[in-house]
């Protein structure tokens, strides 16, 4: 056989090699598994959207955020702001990751083991009704969840800041920021 004859042929594989695959229906995405079969811990949900769904006509998916103190957001979400749980995972020695719901946003928070980052400062907003009738609503909860907490442990998962009157993207707006650990911030902004 000629070399020509033998690069043809090989040319002819070749393009059938890669024609082939795009006729073919792509294989199911499957969900990941738990890297440490050994941690014992309930079945771990799976961050979709079914399990936080998002408004209508939305595109935005979640947002990640890095913490050095995983703890500290766990009692933010859970005891304040009551959001729903929908992943946890541990992998010892590398990383535990937080997956909540929160107002249709799915905010999944990562503690690096191996190298601790703090948070820095992150900003999430959302548009509410009753600015007050939240404020009062949160304050009541945290004072609740963290009774047992000192002023400045109680400071380090949340504190609170009630802005009436200022000018938010362009509109006059009551406006309650809940400061977090690390410079994590939720911000409710009320039209007037």
Same mark, same amino acid.
């Given at each position: ?6 690069n043809q ?13 795009l006729y ?66 541990? %992998?010892?020695?590398? /990383? #535990?990751?937080?997956? !909540?719901?929160?107002?249709?946003? @799915? $905010?999944?928070?990562? *503690? ?14 959302f548009v ?41 993207? %362009?509109?006059?707006? /009551? #406006?309650?920021?809940? !400061?977090?650990?690390?410079?994590? @911030? $939720?911000?409710?902004? *009320?039209?007037?």
């Open positions: 056989m000629s070399l020509k004859r033998v042929w090989i040319r002819s594989r070749l393009s059938i090699g890669l024609i082939v695959p073919l229906s792509p294989a199911p995405l499957v969900p990941a598994q738990e890297a440490t079969p050994n941690v014992s811990q309930p079945e771990v949900e799976r961050t979709t959207s079914a399990h936080c769904p998002l408004a209508v006509g939305e595109t935005f998916e979640n947002i990640q955020i890095e913490t050095a103190d995983l703890r500290l957001h766990e009692q933010l979400f859970e005891s304040v702001f009551h959001a729903a749980l929908v992943q946890s995972l541990d %992998h010892p020695q590398i /990383d #535990r990751i937080r997956a !909540y719901c929160y107002r249709h946003v @799915l $905010v999944v928070i990562r *503690q690096d083991l191996r190298t601790p980052r703090p948070t820095g400062w992150v900003q999430l907003n509410v009704k009753d600015v007050a009738a939240l404020h009062q609503e949160l304050e009541v909860t945290a004072r609740t969840a963290f009774a047992n907490l000192d002023r400045e442990q109680r400071e380090q998962i949340v504190r609170f800041r009630m802005k009436p009157g200022v000018m938010r993207n %362009h509109r006059k707006v /009551d #406006r309650l920021e809940v !400061y977090g650990p690390e410079g994590f @911030l $939720v911000g409710f902004d *009320q039209s007037q």
